[in-house]
């Protein structure tokens, strides 16, 4: 069964301090992709990146980074010089493409609530 | 604007009461989905649905039902069945299903017990 784990449960920091929130996933299957959503206050999930299994390759958009290593199960989000703005819940989802049948469902960690302090 | 519209945005259910929580798409999606959050916890799965007059149950459809009549609406009833209603729940909708279509969420509807 595939599973997603946020070890960190609340990560509190200083603005323009860097934070990385930490993602471990497990699955059986080869095809699959992971997803960063931010949940801010107003309570709406909103999407952040899209990842597939076979894409190793690390992504930078702005002040957000995305390490994804196959080898460790990891899908870590960094955020550069956080801003207050970035204080939210943070979730990381797996869905798997099971037999070409896949459904889209998406299995989510626990959320790691950041706060940025001004 | 596209996007995805929940309604209320705070429910109160009575003891023994059915609860229907609203979902509309503008984003002419084919696939539906209804997520339960609990504080401190992930999203579970409710129920989806691919396409007009088709849904599934997810991980936790008990004390739920759906109905998808119209591509651009899949409403959620809280049955009086379901005994630990109190929750945040929240709508997504996707252009259709499949692993790799991220999903796109309204901004959830809260429900208490009275």
């Known amino acids: 069964a595939q599973k997603v784990t946020q070890a960190q449960t609340e990560i509190s920091v200083v603005e323009k301090e860097d934070v990385t929130l930490d993602c471990v996933y497990e699955t059986r299957d080869t095809t699959y992709y992971l997803f960063w959503y931010k949940q801010p206050p107003s309570g709406e999930l909103v999407f952040l990146i899209r990842?597939?299994?076979?894409?190793?390759q690390n992504e930078i958009s702005g002040r957000y980074s995305w390490n994804f290593q196959k080898s460790t199960s990891s899908f870590n989000f960094t955020i550069t010089a956080s801003q207050v703005v970035d204080s939210a819940v943070y979730f990381c989802?797996?869905?798997?493409?099971?037999?070409?049948?896949?459904?889209?469902?998406?299995?989510f960690g626990q959320g790691t609530i950041l706060t940025v302090h001004p | 604007d596209g996007g995805i519209t929940q309604s209320p945005k705070y429910l109160f259910r009575k003891e023994g009461q059915n609860v229907t929580l609203s979902c509309e798409q503008n984003?002419?999606?084919?696939?539906m989905y209804w997520y339960r959050q609990d504080p401190g916890q992930g999203l579970r799965l409710i129920y989806y649905?691919?396409?007009?007059?088709?849904?599934q149950k997810g991980d936790i459809a008990e004390g739920y039902s759906v109905s998808r009549e119209k591509k651009e609406s899949f409403p959620l009833t809280v049955t009086s069945a379901q005994k630990n209603p109190t929750a945040f729940y929240l709508c997504?909708?996707?252009?259709?299903?499949?692993?790799?279509?991220?999903?796109?969420f309204g901004d959830g509807t809260r429900l208490s017990i009275l």
């Open positions: 984003l002419n999606h084919d696939a």
């Open positions: 997504a909708s996707s252009i259709r299903q499949g692993a790799y279509q991220p999903q796109h």
């Open positions: 989802a797996l869905s798997e493409a099971l037999g070409g049948t896949s459904y889209g469902k998406l299995t």
């Open positions: 990842r597939n299994s076979f894409d190793e």
């Open positions: 649905s691919q396409i007009v007059n088709d849904f």
